[in-house]
T-cell receptor, first 110, second 114 residues
Framework: QKEVEQNSGPLSVPEGAIASLNCTYS??????FFWYRQYSGKSPELIMF????GDKEDGRFTAQLNKASQYVSLLIRDSQPSDSATYLC??????????FGSGTRLSIRP | DAEITQSPRHKITETGRQVTLACHQT?????MFWYRQDLGHGLRLIHY???????NKGEVSDGYSVSRSNTEDLPLTLESAASSQTSVYFC?????????????FGEGSRLTVL
């Protein structure tokens, strides 16, 4: 079992709709959770981090964490073409390593 | 502005040669990481360091080594390059435990092993 799992996609969402990205992790001792966005040919950039169970909102982005289910998600409201990218879920494990999922490719269609 | 730089950005080498990828950060971050990125695998951790003289193996460390002689630099060495090591390599740094855990990435080094 991979430590951090994501559906690879591609996930196609119409412009203006909500995009929902999901991630599960295996290490129950994990404390910190991150979502990075990576445009083709570029470096990953942080868009959200979350430490506590529940929701965390930042503009059009909402991160959701459920430690009991070992599940973290990212919602993007009012999706824009500029949101088309690969989204990487990252988890800081109990050993203080930051492990990434394989990424979900998101495509926003006009 | 503080930054993290990688060099070279592109390199082509032959099987069996030694290759070193440089990573230099000016944020004075204690934590530095090397990842490789391949299609279908996302970012996989190769080695990481939490300070000078500290190095640790990641998920895919075989065939790679690092050393940390100062805060700013974490060079990644491929002792004997193999075709399976053709990849894009990213260096990153962070300032935990003081910060959020955010990783700041370099621009990547694309390595081709023929």
């Amino acid at each position: 079992q991979k430590e951090v799992e994501q559906n690879s996609g591609p996930l196609s969402v119409p412009e203006g709709a909500i995009a929902s990205l999901n991630c599960t992790y295996s290490d129950r001792g994990s404390q910190s959770f991150f979502w990075y966005r990576q445009y083709s040919g570029k470096s990953p950039e942080l868009i959200m981090f979350i430490y506590s169970n529940g929701d965390k909102e930042d503009g059009r982005f909402t991160a959701q964490l459920n430690k009991a289910s070992q599940y973290v998600s990212l919602l993007i409201r009012d999706s824009q073409p500029s949101d088309s990218a690969t989204y990487l879920c990252a988890v800081e494990s109990s050993a203080s390593k930051i492990i990434f999922g394989s990424g979900t490719r998101l495509s926003i269609r006009p | 502005d503080a930054e993290i730089t990688q060099s070279p950005r592109h390199k082509i080498t032959e099987t069996g040669r030694q290759v070193t990828l440089a990573c230099h950060q000016t944020w004075n971050h204690n934590n530095m990481f090397w990842y490789r990125q391949d299609l279908g695998h996302g970012l996989r951790l190769i080695h990481y360091s939490y300070g000078v003289q500290d190095t640790n193996k990641g998920e895919v460390s075989d065939g790679y080594s690092v050393s940390r002689s100062n805060t700013e630099d974490l060079p990644l060495t491929l002792e004997s390059a193999a075709s399976s090591q053709t990849s894009v390599y990213f260096c990153a740094s962070s300032r935990t435990p003081e910060g959020t855990g955010e990783l700041f990435f370099g621009e990547g080094s694309r390595l081709t092993v023929l």
